[in-house]
């Protein structure tokens, strides 16, 4: 089964002051985003309206729906190769892109342990509940598989120190202990029996061992980019 998940932070000044204008454009070359809204059957009626109150407000109440209309809008505007550019010149920055497998795995964790019921537009401070859960999961598989090299030694340094930090942070705490035993002992078993696709306990949770250097480096740098920023974290997430 598809799914393939991103994850944006958004800037509220740059979307008033930037993207604001050129969605309520109505002479906007080749179309406007009222047209574009009218013509997509997967776009709601109330998009238009409902995208052109929030960005005047503040875009990080936006509904992840009516940002995936915006993304989809500014694609057909420009070209694929402009696509990163332009989305941050408009305040809206992808900061995790996740596919298949790894979107699963990533989504369920986030759901069971930090937000629950499937929301979609998740306060700064509790994703970054669930950026550190990542960081401290993939240290210690890290350790746990031997797959320390030395561009990893400052991250692993910053994951110990960020452990004394977070030690009394129950839901953080409690994901690790649950998570970490069920997770390795999958891991040992297919290293055991060399079986990457036989037997895999959904949702794939052995990739946090074999790709925990990469995970590691990803979340740490999720962490240091939106640490100090006022942002929502809205997820979009196509399954």
Not at 90 to 106: H, M, Q, T
Request: glycine residues 2%.
């Amino acid at each position: 089964m598809g799914r393939d998940t991103w994850f944006y932070k958004l800037d509220k000044v740059k979307a008033k002051e930037i993207l604001l204008p050129d969605l309520k454009d109505h002479a906007k070359s080749p179309v406007s985003f009222k047209k574009f809204c009218a013509s997509e059957k997967w776009i709601t009626s109330s998009c238009f309206d409902e995208t052109i109150n929030v960005i005047s407000n503040d875009i990080n109440q936006i509904d992840p729906e009516n940002l995936l209309a915006i993304i989809e809008y500014i694609r057909t505007i420009i070209n694929f190769e402009e696509e990163d550019n332009a989305l941050n010149c408009y305040g809206i920055k992808e900061i995790i892109s996740v596919r298949r497998d790894e979107a699963y795995a990533l989504m369920t964790h986030l759901n069971d342990h930090f937000i629950g019921d499937f929301k979609y537009n998740v306060k700064r401070n509790v994703f970054l509940m669930f950026v550190d859960y990542m960081i401290l999961l993939s240290a210690d598989f890290v350790i746990k598989t031997d797959a320390i090299y030395d561009e990893l030694q400052t991250y692993i340094a910053e994951a110990n120190v960020l452990k004394e930090a977070r030690k009394n942070e129950s839901r953080i705490q409690i994901a690790l202990e649950e998570e970490i035993p069920i997770i390795y002992k999958e891991y040992q078993k297919i290293e055991q029996k060399g079986d990457w696709y036989q037997k895999i306990t959904f949702p794939y949770d052995y990739l946090f061992c074999y790709c925990a250097d990469s995970y590691l480096i990803q979340f740490s740098n999720v962490k240091n980019e939106i640490k100090s920023e006022h942002t929502n974290i809205l997820i979009i997430d196509l399954i």
